[in-house]
């Protein structure tokens, strides 16, 4: 579509993409090369993009820490890694009440989707049935959209949390398959993948996203957008590096707001029709740019992350007002896929 080296025209590109064109790798690695100074053209031609698909709705998620701390994985970036020493919380299970509250709490706060996350490498078939028993009682008594992170799922399990009422499942692929092995070695790219498959297969929808900001390079980001676009997501979670003292990745910093919104306008471009949030980090890499952050994403996470505190969630709502735009209530619809085929630092 474009050369690195030639200027692209932004809206010119988004018309390209409205009518249905996938950009080509060079064309995605010319959004990551954008000059700044050029950044809020590229900005509005993703607004177009986003508008045609989402209006000016912005979708609320809020979610639980199910489980905190005391995994067996190494991911690099995690706090709730064995070879992390930084000092969160840790906690096994939460019982039903609890979870529950954190649903009520979601409702309260206008967030259509809640997320019941939990650390380690995969769930016990316990795990599972707790989990379903709280999703039931959740989706009958509060309605909400159920969003589970719990790892590495077996299929006998996917379909036990389908059943529950489970909506979606979210696994991040978290980079590139190439640059995977450097942040994590106790599990592959690929048990990533067949874990997305697992959830599909039992019929529901995936949420998988990145982690920008880790040490790899544009190719890297350009190949996990390209990964995604073949795995049916549904909806995309960026998450920015915030390193955390303790973690192996406590020294990387790679990260300008500008950088963290050209590595947004990626994923629109790439991914017109679906759902892109960003998540954890949006606060400390985007600083005073995180409004302009919703011009190519259309979801955000209200209150805290997994290990980190997110910004008051009435600031959340003063953005989202000042912007002019329209929090997605429960029970309504957001976007339209028709061309679709379709955790805060994740697990
Ligand atoms: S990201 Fe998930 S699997 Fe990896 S160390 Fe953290 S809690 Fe464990």
């Not at 000016?56 to 706090?79: H, M, R």
């Not at 990626?266 to 679906?274: D, G, I, S, V």
């Amino acid at each position: 579509m474009s050369t690195t080296t030639e200027k692209t025209d932004w809206d010119e590109l988004a018309d390209r993409v409205l009518t249905g064109e996938t950009p080509d790798e060079k064309t995605l690695h010319s959004i990551l090369d954008c000059p700044d100074e050029e950044i809020l053209s590229l900005l509005h031609a993703s607004y177009r993009i986003r508008n045609h698909h989402f209006g000016n709705q912005v979708q609320l998620y809020y979610l639980k820490n199910a489980k905190s701390g005391l995994c067996p994985e190494d991911c690099g970036y995690c706090s709730q890694s064995k070879i992390s020493e930084a000092p969160i919380e840790k906690y096994v299970w939460l019982n039903e009440e609890k979870i529950f509250a954190g649903a009520k709490q979601a409702a309260e706060n206008q967030a259509k989707t809640y997320c019941i996350v939990a650390s380690g490498r995969g769930p016990t078939n316990r795990e599972v049935e707790h989990v379903a028993g709280v999703v039931k009682r959740i989706k009958s008594e509060l309605g909400l959209h159920i969003c589970c992170c719990l790892g590495l799922l077996k299929p006998d399990q996917a379909k036990i949390l389908a059943d529950a009422g489970v909506d979606r499942i979210n696994h991040n692929l978290n980079t590139s398959r190439e640059y995977y092995e450097t942040i994590c070695t106790t599990h592959t790219y690929q048990d990533r993948l067949d874990t997305l498959q697992v959830a599909a297969d039992a019929g529901m929808e995936l949420c998988s996203g990145v982690i920008v900001g880790m040490g790899e390079t544009d190719a890297d980001l350009v190949g996990v957008a390209c990964e995604l676009k073949s795995l049916n997501v549904k909806s995309i979670p960026i998450n920015f590096l915030t390193s955390i003292e303790g973690t192996p990745l406590e020294d990387v910093s790679q990260l300008t707001p500008q950088r963290c919104l050209k590595a947004l306008c990626l994923f629109r471009f790439m991914h017109p029709a679906t759902e892109i949030r960003i998540a954890g980090g949006r606060e400390v890499h985007l600083r005073s740019l995180q409004a302009l952050g919703l011009y190519p994403a259309n979801s955000i996470f209200i209150s805290d992350y997994l290990t980190t505190v997110g910004q008051e969630t009435h600031e959340d709502f003063k953005m989202i007002e000042d912007l002019g735009f329209e929090i997605v209530l429960q029970g309504a619809e957001s976007g339209d896929s028709s061309d679709s085929p379709n955790a805060a630092l994740s697990c």
